[in-house]
């Protein structure tokens, strides 16, 4: 059975770092694309991160270019998202995705995992 379970929110002040971590289970990390998003109160998902199966090659929106840093270890089956420069607006739930396929699309994710809080605040 397919999971995704991330780990690794919690409280961060402004300016901070923080690594979330997505564990997959019951495919094959090798040859699918993982996406990262994430949704606030009040506002519609977006998504914040995205890496290939194919060449490894990466998405990020403006709202994170810079910030965030998006990794893959497929030995221990797990994605990472490096979180840096943390700001307020930030504040979200985080889910790690997949679609299926090689590439990033990031309209077309279709399994979720769980989510993990991350919040920013002094």
């Known amino acids: 059975q397919v999971h995704l379970v991330e780990t690794g929110g919690g409280l961060v002040q402004p300016g901070g770092s923080l690594t979330l971590s997505c564990a997959v289970s019951g495919f094959n990390l090798d040859y699918y694309a993982i996406g990262w998003f994430r949704q606030a109160p009040g506002k519609e998902r977006e998504g914040v991160s995205c890496i290939s199966a194919r060449d490894g090659s990466t998405y990020y929106p403006d709202s994170v270019k810079g910030r965030f840093t998006i990794s893959r270890d497929n030995a221990k089956n797990t994605v990472y998202l490096q979180m840096n420069s943390l700001k307020p607006e930030d504040t979200a739930i985080y889910y790690c995705?997949?679609?299926?396929?090689?590439?990033?699309?990031?309209?077309?994710?279709?399994?979720w995992g769980q989510g993990t809080q991350v919040t920013v605040s002094s």
């Open positions: 995705a997949t679609r299926f396929r090689q590439t990033c699309n990031m309209n077309e994710f279709n399994y």
